[in-house]
């Protein structure tokens, strides 16, 4: 009963931390943009460079641009990933966008190459690019018959048209969304430099800071949850059932979730309720503005409308599994002993190289997260071949992942693609092992 508690007690505390540290900055953004580009982007704009008829030298380096740009881990790029999938993306350059995007953003290299080294930032770089195209192709070749017939019936409904027009209002907004996502990532002195500091005359109870502490909770978590559920029960309430013109609890919910954004990037101080309000806070402040702005200006209701209801049944969809996922992931961190990682990963073989794909599946860490963790596994004497081969898969096969994937593509699909990346992933390991590995 005691084991059984304390493998609950992880999971508990493992999504706890998550929906404090994680979710609001990345996860929100993606879903708010992943239902602007269902509701806002004609499928003739995404089918003319990621549809199965765009010339293959375009679609699959435009899928890997776009996942190099955005600084996301697995679980945010999954609903841009839904969204270009609906939105009549080819399955090639669907999954080089789905594999690059959590793999190689810019923040993810360049801190492994200061925390792990250059060779294994490179090789994760490079590796990644390769892998990301050749799974797209693979799976793009394997079911090119259910390809070309989603390809005609699309270009019956005249979806790959190239004359189509999309209002310059629609590009802004998509533009200062982008913005929003990576301002809430990037970790750049501007951003998180503090210029204004605010002292509340407030005091919190000790009991209270204590029981927080004992969650592993701040402050500042406990508020962003609490917001998280007070914002759900009010989306699903005025979200629920599509409505033109938008109700007051749609407003509210909007209002909340903007706020969370707000409350989510200032660095906040306990003990005497100070926030110091950063250049994150700034940028973030800025951009809703415009967004608010140029969305009301530029959009009809029911555009509105249709953008808020895409983005709620993307919520519907794939939040309930990353919950899941995210709780599972954190009982399991407790099965495994650390002293696994040397005795089965110790050495360059490709059973080591097997197990680091394996850690990536169960040990999932949000975006740059994974990379302390990695040089925790260097530490304790894992090899730096296994050690990229889990850096290559922990992005693309946590447990959330799996599920996520498997809802929006089928199962079949779903077992090709974590086969493709763990066979590649093992191997790419094992060779840098032998022919490249430094140190």
């Not at 699959?60 to 697995?74: D, E, M, Q, W």
């Not at 954004?261 to 950063?278: R, Y």
């Not at 495994?336 to 990963?345: C, H, K, N, R, Y």
Request: proline fraction near 5%; glycine fraction near 10%; aromatic fraction near 10%.
């Amino acid at each position: 009963m005691s084991y059984l508690s304390t493998l609950l007690w992880s999971g508990w505390t493992g999504l706890l931390d998550y929906l404090a540290a994680h979710v609001l900055l990345c996860l929100v953004p993606a879903f708010v943009i992943a239902g602007y580009m269902s509701a806002m982007i004609p499928k003739e704009a995404i089918t003319r460079f990621l549809g199965p008829k765009a010339p293959k030298w375009v679609s699959y380096p435009a899928a890997s641009f776009g996942g190099f740009i955005l600084a996301v881990c697995s679980c945010t790029i999954l609903p841009l990933f839904a969204g270009i999938w609906k939105r009549g993306a080819g399955l090639g350059p669907a999954i080089t966008f789905l594999f690059v995007g959590p793999a190689i953003n810019i923040l993810a290299i360049s801190y492994t190459g200061a925390a792990i080294g250059f060779d294994i930032a490179l090789a994760r770089l490079v590796l990644s690019l390769i892998f990301g195209i050749g799974i797209g192709l693979i799976m793009a070749r394997v079911y090119r018959q259910e390809e070309s017939r989603r390809s005609a019936e699309m270009a019956s409904q005249g979806l790959f048209a190239s004359d189509v027009r999309v209002k310059p209002a629609v590009w802004v907004v998509f533009g200062l969304l982008l913005a929003v996502l990576i301002a809430g990532t990037l970790q750049v002195n501007l951003l998180t430099q503090t210029y204004l500091t605010l002292h509340l005359p407030l005091e919190l109870p000790a009991g209270w800071l204590a029981a927080l502490e004992g969650v592993g909770l701040t402050l500042q978590g406990a508020l962003l949850i609490l917001m998280l559920i007070v914002i759900g029960g009010l989306a699903f309430i005025g979200m629920e059932r599509r409505q033109i013109p938008l109700n007051p609890w749609s407003y509210l919910a909007i209002s909340l979730a903007a706020l969370t954004v707000l409350i989510a990037a200032p660095a906040f101080s306990t003990g005497s309720l100070a926030i110091g309000l950063n250049g994150r806070f700034i940028g973030e402040l800025v951009l809703l503005a415009a967004i608010a702005i140029v969305a009301v200006k530029g959009f009809a209701r029911d555009e509105l409308s249709g953008w808020l209801w895409e983005t709620w049944k993307f919520i519907k969809q794939i939040f309930p599994l990353l919950i899941i996922g995210v709780f599972v992931a954190g009982m399991v961190k407790v099965i495994i002993p650390e002293t696994l990682v040397q005795s089965v990963a110790g050495q360059n073989t490709l059973l080591a190289n097997f197990a680091g794909v394996i850690f990536g599946v169960f040990m999932y860490f949000p975006t740059l997260v994974e990379v302390p963790v990695a040089r925790m596994f260097l530490d304790l004497g894992m090899a730096r071949g296994p050690l990229l081969a889990y850096l290559l898969a922990d992005p693309e096969l946590s447990v959330q992942s799996i599920l996520v994937v498997g809802k929006i593509m089928g199962k079949q699909k779903t077992a090709l693609y974590v086969t493709l990346v763990a066979v590649f992933s093992t191997l790419a390991g094992y060779l840098f092992g032998v022919f490249l590995a430094s140190g």
